[in-house]
């Protein structure tokens, strides 16, 4: 099926109750039928549901839909996108080895992997996403992911995939991509050779900013490069917070088990039944969404590129913006998402800019069916220091738009009236 079709049907079977929508499914534990019927659950002899921090239905409906969309074997949703990212980091990595995180990406994954991560005794190196060949020397034994985002928030970069998949399989190294912004309509990175999808839901996925949530996405590739691969020797090894389960003999996808009956089970990073409930639902207009969230970003990118005020436009759906060639080449179809950025040149006309404009909200979140304006440097990013905003290229000048599905004459209306 397409996506527009698998994004309202997939996941989702009928009960008795025959219920068009799906069911919520409150319940934080399930009834087992006897003790021999518990112990072969928690045995996995057989699958079914033990308690929620593991697994819910509700949660089960949205994770098959997104992971059908992604194309990807098995999806853990988890309470929010920053968990995800983090979950997936210690699914893979322990006290003495690295990551490498491309530049310019989300400010809280900035902070996660060059602050926090750091007291765990897990180190990151950065690559500059625009020069991925750069990447091959920064692979040394204690590599464990190389992360990046499909198409970065705030800089709207979209790297040349290909070349980093060439590289990370050829080193044995799990790539994890954050496909938050092009979200499985504009972007599949699994398709494109990747490991892991990471998502924050929170975003274009929830589409009216109702519920915080996030997503990994297993893969077939990653399955294989965990396989006799000494880097992650724990995937083949007995598990011994789990009786001497060893992950990659398993009938099912190794890194999305061990998400769940070791991540999930002692760091409790789970999604509410609630909130994927939501999710569920928002899917099944994510396509048109996307669509009209591209049109109206388009009209508005190419509305400021006319304008004095205005140094520089970020957005690849421009045919002279520096990514649109990656964009053209690794994204489904002619969207290029409801995100742009563009530089007024000053800090002072940035908030000028920012405190008077209407319409649009001062708010720190992307994705939303409301047009919301940024400021990175006093907000996102005010935790970078000067010396990281330049290699993240965030300019105290730059303004950071997510246009959302209002009518583009409101929306001009307003740009109008704020930017010469
Ligand atoms: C918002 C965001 C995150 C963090 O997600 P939360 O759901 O807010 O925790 C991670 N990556 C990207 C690209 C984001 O935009």
């Not at 990807?72 to 699914?91: L, R």
């Not at 490498?100 to 750091?118: A, P, Q, R």
């Amino acid at each position: 099926m397409k996506k527009q079709s698998l994004s309202i049907h997939e996941g989702y079977e009928k009960d008795n109750q025959k219920t068009m929508a799906p069911p919520i499914y409150l319940s934080t534990a399930y009834e087992f039928d006897s003790t021999q019927h518990a112990a072969d659950l928690f045995a996995l002899k057989q699958l079914g549901n033990i308690y929620t921090r593991l697994m819910n239905p509700t949660n089960a409906v949205f994770e098959k839909r997104l992971a059908s969309l992604e194309g990807g074997t098995a999806c853990i949703s988890t309470s929010s996108g920053m968990a995800a990212i983090f979950g997936t980091i210690i699914n893979l990595c322990e006290a003495g080895d690295n990551i490498i995180v491309s530049s310019g990406i989300y400010g809280g994954t900035t902070t996660l992997t060059d602050h926090t991560i750091k007291r765990l005794g897990i180190t990151t190196k950065k690559f500059d996403l625009t020069k991925v060949d750069s990447l091959e020397k920064l692979i040394d034994d204690k590599t464990k992911i190389i992360l990046f985002e499909s198409l970065s928030n705030p800089t709207t970069v979209v790297p040349d995939i290909q070349t980093i998949v060439n590289i990370a399989d050829k080193a044995g190294v799990i790539t994890v991509v954050d496909n938050t912004v092009a979200t499985p309509i504009l972007c599949n990175p699994i398709k494109l050779g990747c490991d892991i999808v990471v998502h924050s839901t929170s975003k274009y996925i929830n589409g009216q900013g109702t519920a915080l949530g996030g997503a990994i996405i297993d893969s077939k590739n990653c399955a294989k490069k965990l396989k006799n691969n000494d880097k992650y020797k724990h995937f083949s090894e007995p598990d011994m917070s789990y009786h001497g389960l060893v992950y990659n003999d398993l009938p099912f996808p190794a890194f999305a088990t061990r998400m769940v009956l070791a991540i999930l089970r002692d760091i409790g990073i789970t999604a509410s039944p609630m909130n994927s409930w939501l999710m569920t639902n928002s899917l099944e207009t994510l396509y048109l969404r996307i669509k009209q969230h591209s049109d109206n970003a388009l009209c508005v990118a190419k509305f400021l590129t006319k304008c004095q005020d205005v140094k520089v436009v970020n957005y690849p759906g421009l045919e002279n913006d520096k990514n649109h060639k990656f964009a053209k080449k690794y994204f489904c179809g002619e969207y290029f998402s409801g995100l742009l950025s563009f530089d007024v040149g000053s800090l002072e006309k940035a908030k000028t800019i920012v405190d008077n404009i209407k319409l649009f909200s001062i708010v720190v979140n992307i994705g939303d069916s409301k047009s919301i304006i940024t400021h990175p440097a006093s907000t996102t990013h005010q935790q970078l220091s000067s010396d990281e905003l330049n290699k993240a290229g965030i300019s105290e000048g730059l303004i950071r738009l997510s246009i959302g599905l209002e009518h583009i004459d409101d929306l001009i209306d307003a740009l109008k009236k704020v930017i010469k």
